[in-house]
């Protein structure tokens, strides 16, 4: 069954293109129509793209990894934050950094630094510190947190790269090609799509249109890890099973060997009564 269908994306204005002067011809399969200048898209191809899409991302959170979330203009920077941050995913909405993924060992040094400055504010360093140098400190702080707070607990190198706008995030596309990360990305009637895995056709600069596939695929992202959760919690039951299983195995021949010792510890003392009538 689709995650979503298509009167709820004509609702959402997913439909609505760019100008036909600005277009991509690539995008060509994915446009229905033209009105007033205006390519309108293919929302029946949308919901078919957008399900894969979605199906994709579910594996992904099933499987435990980490999906990058791309979105810097201000029309979805908010919402894509807010979804993503409540599945717990990383996310870059205030500005791509150069080599965030082609040189992520550089990008995890600048983010240590940042854990660095809170570990002098919670053991009393920084106070030491004279004032312009907690003032350059805070400085940096601040601004490390703007740029890179949000990919604090990314560890590694993320599974898939989710973005909204791939011709703004270009850098971002390129870094995930060059490194073999699969993409997946909101893509309007002037983008290429050919460079993304998982094309959703769609308006990518009205709010109401990233809504809606940022719930969808949050949606499928969210059952990925309650999946994830139940297989690990069915795991753990067995794995305990199985321990008391084994557990009650070895105890019961000790319990069947006990009366053995005491049946031939009584003879032992029958035999000493006639000693002791003999001595006597």
Not at 148 to 165: M, N, Q, Y
Not at 166 to 194: C, Q, W, Y
Not at 201 to 230: C, F, H, W, Y
């Amino acid at each position: 069954m689709a995650r979503t269908n298509f009167e709820q994306l004509l609702k959402a204005g997913v439909h609505f293109g760019h100008l036909k002067r600005k277009w991509n011809p690539h995008m060509a399969p994915y446009i229905f129509t033209e009105t007033k200048g205006i390519h309108i898209i293919d929302l029946h191809k949308t919901v078919v793209k957008l399900d894969e899409a979605s199906a994709a991302l579910k594996q992904i959170a099933k499987s435990g990894k980490k999906i990058l979330f791309v979105a810097t203009k201000k029309q979805a920077k908010e919402i894509v934050a807010q979804r993503s941050a409540a599945v717990g995913m990383p996310y870059v909405t205030e500005r791509w950094s150069g080599g965030m993924l082609t040189n992520f060992a550089t990008i995890r040094k600048a983010v240590k630094k940042m854990s660095q400055i809170d570990k002098m504010e919670q053991d009393g360093t920084l106070n030491t510190l004279s004032k312009r140098e907690r003032l350059q400190v805070s400085r940096q702080r601040a601004k490390l947190e703007k740029n890179l707070g949000s990919i604090s607990d990314l560890t590694r190198i993320p599974a898939a790269i989710f973005i909204i706008d791939v011709k703004k995030e270009h850098i971002a596309l390129a870094e995930a090609k060059k490194l073999g990360i699969p993409v997946f990305a909101m893509v309007d009637t002037n983008s290429d799509p050919r460079p993304v895995d998982f094309p959703i056709p769609g308006n990518d600069d009205a709010s109401s249109a990233v809504e809606i596939v940022m719930d969808t695929v949050v949606s499928a992202i969210a059952e990925g890890l309650q999946e994830r959760k139940a297989d690990k919690d069915s795991a753990d039951a067995a794995a305990a099973k199985a321990k008391e299983a084994a557990e009650a195995k070895e105890e019961a021949p000790a319990a069947e060997a006990a009366p053995e010792v005491k049946e031939e510890a009584a003879p032992s003392a029958e035999g000493e009564a006639p000693a002791a009538d003999a001595a006597n």
